[in-house]
């Protein structure tokens, strides 16, 4: 895994918006995969300026977007999807109906939101450049510490640390118990694979990350099992590295 450190929180999102403007701008057709949270949020700002500035054209390019907590849906200020539009999809030029693939939280029958997502995902050859934040507990998406790596969509009950987390993200109280999620089989077969973490309070399992052993307890580490993997990281978040 490649590791990028970046003085800031903003050269690190600049640095990610260009990886991602590269790759689109080599390959129009490209399925983007993008996490919600907040890591995320200042690249989406960048993404959304080089989008007004016509450098990236998106017009021809499909999103799916990571996960969602069972039972939210866009009403739901925090929410996966009520992040991903407010912040992106619908400040870029693109047709959202067509382009955009999304779990919704709110489903009753889940097994089928799953099916749809592999469906789209399957449907475009796979996962060409994913974007994901690390979770305090190391998951990614809501792949939890311990999650079969063989999953591709799925609804995966929530790690305790996902939930006492998760709360920064609502202004209401939520009782969140699950999340439906791209499994760690489709996000590990990324073309390109980027990992981001900023802040102090992440030095740790940024460390885990990068120095720590290859497992599924700690699902980001797994990442480093994709050769085209990279991880952006700000000065505080690489503080604890050894090299
Ligand atoms: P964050 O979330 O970007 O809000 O820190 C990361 C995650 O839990 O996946």
Redesign the pocket.
Known sequence: MKVNIRENYDAMSKSVSDQIINYINNKPESLLCL?G????LKTFEYLVKADENKEVDFSKAKFVSLDEWVGLGSSTKGSCVETLYTHLYDKLSINVEKQVCFFDGLSEDLDKECKRVDEFIGGSNGIDICL?????NG???FNEPNVDPELKCSVIPLDPV?KT?GA??FDEDVNVTAGITVGLKHLLASKELILIANAEK?AEIVKKTIEGKITIEVPSTMARKNENSVIYLDEEAASKLEK
């Open positions: 996490a949270g907040d890591t995320p994901l934040g690390i979770g305090m998951h990614l998406g996902t987390v920064k993200y992440k």
